[in-house]
């Protein structure tokens, strides 16, 4: 048997990492500001976390939901503290796309309704809900597409009034910043207007952090900046630094009932102790305060740079989440990166460069990958 062939693949092999550099297995080293999709946070093999795995692992990596696991409440408790989410309560799992298809599931438990607003560009994942509200006709199969789902146009808030008017909306699920989508950003005052009319309605408000939350724009979410407070958040990612796990914060509206909602892996004790030990490297190493002074380091000299090149058209972002726009297609410079400088980034859409390193990334990164930025756009 092969692996089923769906990914498009670079030609190395990365089989070591540490901090905001990997080594691939002729032994050359890369400066990684791709983070394996905004999946590294506290940086590669950090050795707080390695050992807080390995002793977990050692002792019990995984026993079911059906006993007492104290290491799910201590979680909720530190993630509740860390975020500002004290209130709330956490239901984990293990992937983003779960994450946003519990949260769609207990938004329609909640009111009794089927419909979802999300935006135009969206992605919430490729699992049944979550790919419907994805605004990606390419990966809804034909089972996935049910009508449930309306996309509307960033910060257009009439177009998202006037669905919410009908009172039959289930929720609305926002990314407050659109990864996939291009680094496109939700301006606060339509996301105040859209909380507003959520609570008008009885709709339910996601903010959909996976890629964006987890202390990458420099606040531990991204809507934080926007002045709201969702009724729910999804995690994943960033959370257990590349062990899977994926979360939902649930406001304490939303009452519990037994058996509505359920998962074998998620929450496990490998995770849990790996979850933990990131929160405890973010808050020592202060990595949030990090990823907004090397991300606002980062776009100054990238502001800089497109004074100088006819090549870059747009930067765009928060933190160390920075989107680059180019005047053309990102294949050649993002390859001459890799191959010639040593150099990933990621990529969305045709044109745009993504950033999404570790949240331990340095100025002297920022410097690297500017220098060699410029040569490929030369
Ligand atoms: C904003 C957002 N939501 C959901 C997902 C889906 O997460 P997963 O691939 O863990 O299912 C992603 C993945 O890229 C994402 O960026």
Redesign the pocket.
Known sequence: MEPFDVYPLFDITIDRGAGCHVWDSNGQEYLDLYGG?AVISVGHAHPRYVEAISAQVSKLGFYSNSVQNPLQGKLARRLGKVSGYEDYQLFLIN???EA?ENALKLASFHNGRTRILSLEKA????TSLAVEATANPRIIAPVNANRHVTHLPINDIEAWRHELEKGDVCACIV?CIQ??GGIRMVQAEFMQQLRRLCDEYDTVLIC?E??CGYGRTGRFFAHQWLNVRPDMITV?KGICNGYPM?GVLISPRFKPVHGQLGTTFGGNHLGCAGALAVLDIIEEERLIDNARDVGDYMQTCLKSLQARNRHIVEVRGRGLMIGIELDMPYQEPRTRLIKEEHIFTGCSGTNTIRLLPPLCMTHEDADRFIASFGKVLS
């Open positions: 999709h992937s983003g796309a946003n992605f919430h994942g490729r990314e990864g996939v959909d996976i890629q994943a994926g």
